[in-house]
């Protein structure tokens, strides 16, 4: 493996032969197409007649020949691709069988072997032995909507080559995130595992500490890849602090699981604040301690109700209210000052008059109680 060779020759990606190398000796290019937004792969011979044969290189030279530059950074929003200029088109319609309408907006060719594919990807395997050897008539692989990452790719076919020295050690979140796409798109999950955990290890500092738009990313790639720990801390934040549904960001979240995290929002904060408007029915219809102190429990408990946006009461399904900011908020209502100021004068019981005991209670307990998900309870 480690003739192989993925370097840049310093060929632009105008230039019309232009691909990457996955595998010099590779018998196949894997094509990664744009179209209207999408992204699609298909599988194509790298010699399909004499016109083209003239134009490629052979593969005993291939290490030679030029090729794009595959980095990490390469996505598919950049130029990746040779412009549809009329001789690329030509070109293309040569190499790989699109018409002039045809033709997609970005293209990628990506040198690799049909064998490491079927290995490792049963997805790979279908698409190749229903070709029979005739690529044309397998329809374009349609990948995930939200799928944008070249480099991805480039991950995954490496780990699927098994150039474990060219699978990069560190990945930002969003392409680790493509990779748990891809890989789970075509089955391999198994053959990128061995790079999961050192890839998160890398990039710990950039696990989320609170809620934020890119908690998505993280949920996804927990979730994918199975890991009990990411997965506890992420969940736990997105139940604690999401004020809605969690935004999937066309990831392919199982919406059972955006479901419950929402649930568990909704049943807390309806258990709190619930808890709440009790107390403050028992105070306005029981006689409490005397009639001053009743009345500056209720006037007190109304008043800090209010000022924390809590009256009236808020409706289902609690759009804008995380759990974390509710405990916060009641936790943080003050007791009357009863004993020092209505006690001493009316002769009321040494003890203050608590404004509602069962609901710290209840804060305290919901605080505990909330921790993040078990990957066993999503048998999805
Ligand atoms: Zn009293
Ligand atoms: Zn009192």
């Known amino acids: 493996m480690e003739s192989h060779n993925m370097d840049s020759h310093d060929v632009t990606s105008r230039d019309m032969n232009a691909y990457g190398v996955i595998d010099p000796e590779g018998d196949i290019f894997l094509i990664v197409e744009e179209r209207q937004g999408r992204v699609y792969t298909r599988l194509s011979e790298i010699f399909s007649d004499h016109q083209v044969r003239s134009t490629l290189p052979s593969p005993s030279t291939a290490e030679e020949s030029e090729t794009i530059d595959l980095d990490e950074s390469s996505s598919l929003s950049r130029e990746s691709s040779p412009d549809p200029s009329v001789s690329d088109l030509v070109s293309s319609t040569l190499l790989d069988g699109d018409s002039e309408q045809d ?22 395997q279908d698409m190749l032995e229903s070709s029979d050897g005739e690529f044309g008539r397998i329809e374009r692989d349609l990948l995930p909507a939200g799928f944008d990452n070249l480099s991805a790719v480039l991950v995954l076919l490496n780990v699927i080559h098994g150039c474990a020295r060219k699978v990069p050690r560190s990945l930002d979140p969003e392409t680790l995130c493509m990779v748990a796409m891809l890989a789970e ?5 198994e053959a990128v595992e061995v790079y999961f955990e050192n890839w998160v290890r890398n ?3 950039r696990v989320p500490r609170v809620y934020t738009d890119d908690l998505s990313i993280w949920l996804y790639i927990a979730w994918t890849f ?24 066309d990831l392919p979240i199982p919406k059972k699981l955006i479901e419950h995290i929402e649930t568990l ?3 807390r904060v309806t258990e709190i604040l619930k808890s709440l408007f009790e107390r403050l029915e028992y105070l306005l219809e029981h006689k409490n301690c005397c009639q001053d102190c009743d009345m500056m429990l209720v006037g007190s408990l109304v008043c800090q109700m209010k000022a924390q946006g809590l009256l009236p009461q808020p409706e289902d399904p609690f759009l804008g209210f995380s759990v974390e900011c509710l405990l916060a908020k009641v936790g943080k209502m003050k007791e009357t000052r009863c004993k020092d100021l209505i006690h001493p004068a009316n002769g009321c019981p040494v003890l203050g008059c608590l404004m509602m005991p069962k609901t710290r209670v209840v804060l305290n307990r919901v605080d505990d109680e909330l921790t993040g998900l078990e990957l066993t309870w999503c048998v999805l």
Do not use: N, W
């Open 226 to 249: 199975k890991h009990q720990m990411l997965f506890k801390h992420v969940t736990r934040i997105a139940v604690r602090e999401s004020t809605g549904p969690v935004p999937t960001l």
């Open 265 to 267: 929002r909704q049943y």
């Open 103 to 124: 033709a997609p907006d970005k293209k990628t060719k990506i040198r690799v072997s049909s064998k490491h594919l079927a290995f490792a990807s049963p997805r790979f």
């Open 185 to 189: 798109h075509y089955e391999c999950l």
């Open 203 to 205: 990039i710990e500092d």
